[in-house]
């Protein structure tokens, strides 16, 4: 089984939002996405989609893009990102769901010799515009979600984490996030969120043990990227 990971694939079939007003590299991307697809993931091959995965305000209106979604070959594991309005209670979501489609949020699942852990995120103290009033508690609920995730995880499994936002700051100060991850053996970490410009400054690589991926789409260039085979 390989397993691939792409975030922020902001599919608009049921609503009127067409990702191409935010500059060219947009263009077609559902198609582009649907192509890259296609020639890299097999049917017995896992997608990893940690968020932002459709802009359907409600989840009536996310069936399309789900469906659309499930069409394609390969199980798939998403994540709920700051986007994804649509994504109600988890029992309602996960019922919605196709089949071949699972849900992840402060839980984790398990296919075959790998643990899929996570949680939403939030953005990480020192952040831009990282508010303490506001920010911090959710911030720190998150964390105690991530915990929750990680704890349920058997310590045989190869663990990959995902997240929507970065479990970085700006300055890629470690967070009690990362501080998870190194407590819990991950192996990699996913996230997405990030687009254009804010990139540049993303971390990726490894530290502390721990593989980090930035795996939005345009970042990709709307490629499933191979994670590994297991």
Partial sequence: MKVFALADLHLSGSVNKPMD?????????LSRIRTAWLETVGEEDLVLIPGDISWAMHLQEAETDLNTLAALPGKKLILRGNHDYWWSSLSKVRAALPEGMYALQNDAFLFGDIAVAGS?????PGSIGFDEAEDRPIYEREVIRMGLSLSRVPKDRFLICMMHYPPF?????????TELFEQYGAKHVLYGHLHGKACRNAFEGERGGVQYTLCSADHLEFKPKLIGEF
């Fill in 120 to 124: 939403r995120g939030w953005p990480c």
């Fill in 21 to 29: 007003v935010f500059g060219p590299l947009w263009d077609n991307h």
């Fill in 169 to 177: 700051n700006e300055r890629r100060k470690p967070s009690g996030f």
